[in-house]
């Protein structure tokens, strides 16, 4: 787990589907998924909240939870759709991160998605463990659920 991996919203990239999907290339294994290499790295400001918040496309704050509206519409509707499909929430994160701080966060998020047959990391959008589970995932319906 990786600090530069945690986006600005709460969203830990080192578990989205598109991250793994990269790093796994899984394309070359017959699993169609877009890949991302994370928000940050490939800067571009915010994938969710998008061009809809200036704070975050001017670089003021870092995290969402800076801000003075926090958590405001776009991350409220966000965070809806991943506590109640994706098993984790972008508002608790950043609450851990202002209360804790980076680094026990990231040991959380380790100990959180951690397979339990090879130690690789489980999506938090399918469940699916990307180093040992890609037999599952090519024969999978709806590579964006948990069965
Ligand atoms: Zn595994």
Same mark, same amino acid.
């Given at each position: 787990?990786?600090?530069?991996?945690?986006?600005?919203?709460?969203?830990n990239?080192g578990?989205?589907?598109?991250?793994l999907?990269?790093k796994?290339?899984?394309?070359?294994?017959?699993?169609r998924m877009?890949?991302?290499?994370?928000?940050?790295?490939?800067?571009?400001?915010?994938?969710?909240?998008?061009?809809?918040?200036?704070?975050?496309? =001017?670089?003021?704050?870092?995290?969402?939870?800076?801000?003075?509206?926090?958590?405001?519409?776009?991350?409220n509707?966000?965070?809806?759709?991943?506590?109640?499909?994706?098993?984790? =929430?972008?508002?608790?994160?950043?609450?851990?991160?202002?209360?804790?701080?980076?680094?026990?966060?990231?040991?959380?998020?380790e100990?959180?998605?951690?397979c339990?047959?090879?130690?690789?990391?489980? =999506?938090?959008?399918?469940?699916?463990?990307?180093?040992?589970?890609?037999?599952?995932?090519r024969?999978?319906?709806?590579?964006?659920r948990?069965?």
């Amino acid at each position: 787990m990786n600090e530069e991996l945690i986006a600005p919203c709460g969203m830990n990239c080192g578990i989205c589907s598109g991250y793994l999907a990269n790093k796994y290339d899984v394309k070359g294994q017959g699993i169609r998924m877009p890949y991302c290499l994370g928000c940050r790295p490939r800067d571009k400001k915010c994938a969710f909240v998008k061009k809809r918040c200036d704070l975050l496309l =001017s670089g003021k704050v870092q995290y969402c939870h800076e801000c003075a509206d926090f958590p405001c519409e776009n991350l409220n509707h966000l965070n809806k759709r991943y506590s109640s499909l994706y098993r984790m =929430s972008m508002i608790e994160n950043l609450e851990s991160i202002r209360k804790d701080g980076i680094t026990r966060f990231l040991e959380t998020e380790e100990r959180k998605w951690k397979c339990p047959d090879c130690g690789g990391v489980i =999506s938090c959008h399918n469940g699916i463990c990307f180093n040992c589970g890609l037999e599952i995932l090519r024969t999978k319906k709806n590579l964006y659920r948990w069965d």
